[in-house]
C-alpha cells in the first residue's frame, strides 16, 4: 500500500480531527496531492488539494475549517479539520495524482472513516 490513510474517527459536531496520508517522499514530491471524502449514497468529492508547486485549494463547503500541509519530516500529508459538522461525515481518501508525458498517475489509499455526531 503506498498511500496509507490514519486518524479517523467519532468526534463530537465542533470538534477536530488530524488526518495524515503516508507515502513515499517520491510520490509526494512528484503528485499533486489530495484528500476527498465520500459520503453514503453520495460520490467522492474533493475535500482540499496541495499542488506540486505547494498551492492549496478547498472546497467551499469545508474552507475555513480545514487545513492541509506536508510534513517532509514525516513524508505524510495532514489534513486537520476543525468546526467539525455531521456532515462532513465519511471516509476520507489520501489521493496523488499527476500527469506527465501524456502518463497519468493517479493512486488512492485506502480510506479512513470520519464520523461527526449532533
Known amino acids: 500500500v503506498q498511500l496509507q490513510a490514519s486518524g479517523g474517527g467519532l468526534v463530537q459536531a465542533g470538534g477536530s480531527l488530524r488526518l495524515s496520508c503516508a507515502a513515499p517522499?517520491?510520490?509526494?514530491?512528484?503528485?499533486?496531492m489530495s484528500w476527498y471524502r465520500q459520503a453514503p449514497g453520495k460520490p467522492r468529492e474533493l475535500v482540499a488539494q496541495?499542488?506540486?508547486?505547494?498551492?492549496?485549494n478547498y472546497a467551499d463547503p469545508v474552507k475555513d475549517r480545514v487545513t492541509i500541509s506536508l510534513d517532509n519530516a514525516k513524508n505524510t500529508v495532514d489534513l486537520q479539520m476543525n468546526s467539525l459538522k455531521p456532515e462532513d461525515t465519511g471516509v476520507y481518501y489520501c489521493?496523488?495524482?499527476?500527469?506527465?508525458?501524456?502518463?497519468?498517475?493517479?493512486?488512492w489509499g485506502q480510506g479512513t472513516q470520519v464520523t461527526v455526531s449532533s
Open positions: 496541495i499542488t506540486i508547486g505547494g498551492n492549496t
Open positions: 489521493n496523488a495524482r499527476s500527469l506527465s508525458g501524456g502518463a497519468l498517475y493517479n493512486r
Open positions: 517522499a517520491i510520490i509526494i514530491r512528484n503528485n499533486n
